[in-house]
């Protein structure tokens, strides 16, 4: 059996095929680090929520005792 060059066509449409499988595996790996960085900013959110409701207790306890010990008009 001998063997038939491809033709310049089919060469072109293999070379593409490996392009575009390589752009998928590319796509793929990228998906999955934007869905962890979009995990990281949820966390992130829920940090900066949870220390702001800290702050407005602290804020309030501070008044409660501002005002007890007289250091502003009740």
Same mark, same amino acid.
């Given at each position: 059996? *001998?063997?038939?060059?491809?033709?310049? *066509?089919?060469?072109?449409?293999?070379?593409?095929?490996?392009?575009?499988?390589? %752009?998928?595996? !590319?796509?793929?790996?990228?998906?999955?680090? *934007?869905?962890?960085?979009?995990? $990281?900013?949820?966390?992130?959110?829920?940090?900066? *929520? !949870?220390?702001?409701?800290?702050?407005? =207790?602290?804020?309030? =306890?501070? $008044? !409660? %005792?501002?005002? !007890?010990?007289?250091? %502003?008009?009740?």
């Amino acid at each position: 059996m *001998v063997d038939e060059p491809d033709s310049l *066509v089919l060469r072109f449409l293999r070379q593409i095929d490996a392009k575009v499988d390589r %752009i998928g595996e !590319r796509l793929d790996d990228l998906t999955g680090r *934007v869905a962890s960085l979009e995990e $990281q900013m949820s966390g992130l959110r829920s940090d900066i *929520v !949870r220390l702001d409701h800290r702050l407005d =207790r602290f804020e309030s =306890r501070l $008044q !409660r %005792i501002e005002k !007890r010990l007289d250091l %502003i008009e009740a």
